[in-house]
């Protein structure tokens, strides 16, 4: 009987070994492709380039295997040169320095003389002049500084803001504003305003009272002898601190990113306040501008007319829906409203845009009136004069506007039927055209465009994910004027890199389109079954899906080669870039919007790929992407094995206000003569009861973007419910994490999912992060 069990169990050992063996974790192929690795076999993506004077003419580097080399583009002959030879001049070079340059890699930056003829660069603190008739180089001699042009800067010189004329100069000291003129000591000063105070100083820096000097929010209206100041009322706003504890010393609280430490969260009762003052610094008067018109707005200065007349000023509701552009009388501080326009759910602060043209006689104001993204042209006083574009598609970023020829150069998304709508082309446009464009890139392909100064021409750049980034010139309705460069791939494809799929999925509604990008391990085998893992985001603002041509694909690549089909796909909600149904989805259901449509289109691959096992399912995303990768598998228990959610903003009630009541929505109830606010988003902690799966959480200690009580609150309801998980905090690493700390991460989400989807525990054995490779 004994000598059968062990014959058994022998058998059972080589069938599991056999088994497992095929879901052994690759971790020393995905080492190869870690992005920290990859830095010497990415070159050049794209050509910058760089105008000479008043010339059509520019000068670009750019670099391949063979080396960095520099070209000059004449658009006016269509011709492209090298503008030099690199190892003639790495020669002459070596010889003026008595140093020896690599020819392959030498960086220096051209200033090309007036006429074009010659250019000067430095290199080792030498500046050395080039030739480009004869090819000479020689050594220019250094100017003589003589102690009188030697420029001494003083500090409180610094804090001085002067009138055009130099009449006045205004500071700030004790949070208030005080005036001297021109050329009176500091004794003679007036103090301007009494109110200003620590939390709504008219400073720029907030200190308590004293003697000290300091820059102030007052700006000098252009041949006035007047200022205007907007000054933010943050009294009686709570702190959000982080606690620095690597290094040494005590731990200490640290100041998050807005410098104040004052945090502003959804449904606070205190928010931030504005003021618009005017002053006239003959006289010292100072008028309070009456903007107010709902409780706790937003105000933002959008322009100042240029013969200083008027201040064009933005005041937005509390709940994102509404606003106002007003023209405020720099004078006598009347205020005008210009434009209303209301936006439900909320306005896309990414897109939302206001250009002023002809001499402020005319703006151009961008609206989603019609449920897509587009231009219309005002004049300066409000009259609406047609659409600029228009269509169902969305134009999106300015790239130059023509004012002689009454032209808008813009890009757009979603146009050209056949291409993915995350793609940007560029559209030429007539201010009077009533919404017709023209198209200018036709490649199908994400296109980022520098225009020339003249706005005759300009440098096309385009990829794919599965495209090699390419560089042509185009004149400006364009017209292909010629080739410039193609990004090299070879060393790429020489260590077996392969490009990532792209691919198109329903959301969970059936109807809408999802663009994904989907990376296999380079050693795919078509017959073996692979574990999928989604890499998310979930927007609103934008997400995280590749567009452009990447070799490492925010570390999916490396991810994919241990042993998993790794994939990332928009969902309904998180992109602005597409019509506005699209982009709000979300709007009141900030927690759960994105989770669906992952699901959807994780199902319809694996039904439409058999090397897709849809039974071993990951998900994982850092920031927005940890939150929802934490819902994700609590809400769908049976469904996502494991997750890794890494500086998660978890309970979006202590985000930041903006966030959660722009995407989640803002309740505005009016008690008798009180108007409260209200916002409520439902948070990861209501959900970890469902937990089956593997779930990691990591965050920084340090993190002052997504703070760590995020996750720390998570792990204290994972702890209540009794649920095995594990966690990192990785000590001195803010929101996105560095070094050692960073590499530890991305291991640590290898481990994990080999783990927990491939069945591959050897990780547990490392005594090294790079155990792998003992």
């Not at 699901?599 to 694996?606: T, V």
Request: with cysteine; aromatic share 12%.
């Amino acid at each position: 009987m004994r000598l059968y069990n062990l014959l058994i169990g022998s058998f059972c050992f080589l069938l599991s070994g056999t088994v497992l063996g095929q879901q052994k974790a690759n971790y020393k192929l995905a080492d190869k492709y870690l992005v920290s690795k990859m830095g010497g076999v990415v070159f050049s993506r794209e050509v910058k380039p760089n105008y000479l004077p008043d010339s059509e003419q520019f000068w670009y580097s750019y670099k391949t295997s063979r080396g960095n080399n520099y070209y000059i583009v004449n658009p006016k002959s269509k011709k492209q040169q090298l503008l030099f030879d690199s190892e003639d001049m790495a020669a002459r070079v070596s010889e003026i320095t008595n140093k020896t340059f690599n020819t392959r890699d030498l960086n220096i930056t051209p200033n090309f003389a007036e006429d074009g003829k010659s250019f000067s660069f430095m290199v080792q603190g030498v500046t050395i002049k080039y030739d480009r008739a004869t090819g000479q180089c020689s050594e220019l001699p250094r100017p003589e500084v003589k102690a009188t042009d030697r420029k001494v800067y003083n500090r409180l010189a610094l804090m001085y803001s002067y009138a055009p004329d130099s009449s006045y100069a205004v500071f700030s000291r004790g949070h208030n504003i005080w005036l001297r003129k021109g050329d009176e000591p500091d004794s003679l000063a007036r103090r301007i305003t009494d109110d200003g105070m620590e939390n709504f100083s008219y400073s720029d820096n907030e200190v308590g009272e004293g003697v000290d000097i300091f820059t102030t929010k007052a700006r000098w209206l252009k041949g006035t002898r007047r200022l205007f100041v907007i000054r933010e009322d943050n009294r009686g706003i709570g702190t959000l601190l982080v606690v620095s504890s690597a290094g040494g010393g005590r731990p200490r609280l640290v100041t998050p990113v807005s410098g104040s430490g004052k945090y502003t969260m959804p449904g606070d009762k205190k928010v931030t306040q504005y003021e618009l003052s005017l002053i006239d610094a003959e006289t010292g008067k100072v008028t309070k501008v009456a903007l107010e018109k709902w409780k706790d707005q937003k105000v933002k200065l959008l322009y100042v007319s240029k013969d200083s007349r008027y201040l064009y000023m933005q005041r937005t509701r509390r709940t994102c829906d509404e606003l106002d552009i007003c023209k405020v009388n720099t004078q006598t501080g009347e205020v005008t409203v210009v434009l209303n326009e209301v936006c439900k759910p909320y306005f896309s602060d990414r897109c939302q845009s206001i250009t002023f043209l002809n001499g402020d006689r005319e703006f151009i104001w961008w609206s989603e009136r019609t449920g897509w993204g587009h231009y219309y042209l005002y004049s300066a006083d409000g009259q609406y004069r047609g659409a600029i574009t228009s269509g169902n598609w969305m134009a999106e970023k300015i790239v130059r506007l023509d004012t002689n020829r009454r032209e808008l150069y813009v890009t757009g998304h979603g146009r050209e039927k056949d291409m993915n709508p995350y793609y940007a082309c560029l559209y030429k446009a007539a201010l009077d055209g009533n919404g017709r464009v023209e198209l200018l890139t036709p490649e199908d392909a994400n296109h980022n465009v520098v225009m020339s100064p003249s706005g005759n021409y300009f440098v096309d750049n385009y990829s794919r994910v599965d495209l090699a980034p390419r560089s042509v010139l185009r004149d400006k309705n364009g017209k292909l004027i010629c080739d410039l460069a193609e990004a090299d791939l070879s060393a790429l494809y020489a260590m077996g890199w392969k490009m990532p799929e792209r691919f198109t999925v329903k959301a969970a509604d059936g109807v809408t389109d999802l663009y994904g990008v989907m990376w296999k391990p380079f050693d795919f085998d078509s017959t073996r079954q692979y574990p999928i893992i989604s890499y998310v985001y979930p927007g609103p603002q934008q997400e995280a899906m590749d567009l452009n041509f990447t070799a490492t694909g925010n570390h999916n690549a490396a991810l994919a080669q241990v042993g998993f089909i790794v994939v990332n796909m928009g969902h309904r909600g998180g992109s602005p870039l597409r019509d506005k149904y699209y982009r709000t989805y979300g709007y009141g259901n900030l927690r759960d919007y994105a989770l669906a449509d992952d699901k959807h289109g994780l199902e319809q691959l694996a039904a439409r790929y058999s090397f897709i096992d849809i039974n071993r399912v990951g998900i994982f995303g850092h920031s927005g992407g940890g939150f929802m990768s934490a819902a994700a598998i609590c809400t769908y228990p049976e469904f996502y094995k494991a997750a890794v959610a890494s500086s998660g903003n978890h309970d979006n009630n202590m985000y930041n206000q903006a966030w959660g009541e722009t995407f989640h929505g803002v309740t505005q109830t009016v008690k008798g003569k009180d108007t409260v606010f209200t916002c409520k988003v439902p948070t990861n902690m209501e959900l970890v009861k469902n937990l089956k799966g593997h779930l990691l959480v990591v965050t920084g200690d340090e993190d002052d973007n997504v703070h760590p009580g995020h996750t720390l609150r998570l792990v204290d309801a994972l702890l209540k419910a009794g649920k095995n998980f594990d966690m990192y905090v990785l000590p001195g690493q803010k929101h996105l994490y560095r070094g050692a700390a960073d590499l530890f991460w991305r291991r640590k989400i290898w481990f994990h999912f080999a783990k927990h989807l491939l069945g591959d525990y050897s990780s547990e054995n490392f005594t090294e992060m790079d155990g792998y490779n003992q």
